[in-house]
């Protein structure tokens, strides 16, 4: 379990930074920082360095996450902010709120994609106050629009593995919302 806390500590910091990013860093450094960030990444596990990141089944989700966040970034800013932040909390409060959910609480496993069914309902649950927090006060109305928003996602990261919910999550949130606000 330390190991995972680690790792998902890190998948927080990791969010936090990137959430904060566009307000220091223009798209280009951005998406440049993340190419960075994905080969330091590759770098490390090749030659040993990412213990921490190992975890006990087969996915290339530590690779996903900057590529994920960089093609976000691409789509989505300097235009549509809103849209940008969304898909990154998502990806690092709700999947990680899945995980521990899922590690610490989990009863009722989804075999065919190593999650639970209480690992899903915390990301629903997480995903929808992210919503009601971040985006509802700047769209109020919008309500039904939200909930329609976490289930899809919530559906997508239930059937996702491999790590590919670190890739399309953040690019799926904010294409959505982008959507939803237009």
């Known amino acids: 379990m330390k190991q995972v806390l680690v790792r998902k500590f890190g998948h927080l910091a990791?969010?936090?930074?990137f959430f904060a990013f566009?307000?220091?860093?223009?798209?280009?450094t951005m998406i440049g920082l993340c190419g960075l960030f994905?080969?330091?990444l590759l770098l490390g596990h090749l030659i040993g360095l990412s213990r921490h990141h190992r975890v006990d089944?087969?996915?290339?989700?530590?690779?996903?996450?900057?590529l994920g966040v960089a093609l976000s970034a691409f789509f989505f800013l300097p235009q549509n902010l809103l849209?940008?932040?969304?898909?990154i909390l998502i990806?690092?409060?709700?999947?990680?709120?899945?995980?521990?959910t899922g590690r610490l609480w989990g009863r009722h496993q989804i075999k065919s994609v190593h999650k639970t069914w209480e690992g899903v309902l915390a990301?629903?649950?997480?995903s929808l106050l992210i919503f009601l927090l971040f985006v509802w006060p700047q769209h109020p109305g919008t309500i039904l629009a939200g909930l329609s928003i976490t289930l899809l996602l919530t559906l997508l990261e239930g059937l996702l593995s491999f790590g590919l919910d670190n890739l399309f999550l953040p690019?799926?949130?904010a294409v959505l919302l982008n959507w939803l606000i237009k």
């Open 14 to 17: 990791a969010s936090a930074a």
């Open 38 to 40: 994905a080969i330091l």
């Open 57 to 66: 089944r087969i996915t290339l989700g530590e690779f996903y996450f900057p």
């Open 91 to 100: 990806l690092g409060v709700s999947d990680t709120a899945a995980e521990l």
């Open 171 to 173: 690019i799926i949130a």
């Open 83 to 87: 849209a940008f932040q969304f898909g």
């Open 123 to 126: 990301f629903f649950l997480v």
């Open 22 to 28: 566009p307000y220091f860093f223009s798209p280009k």
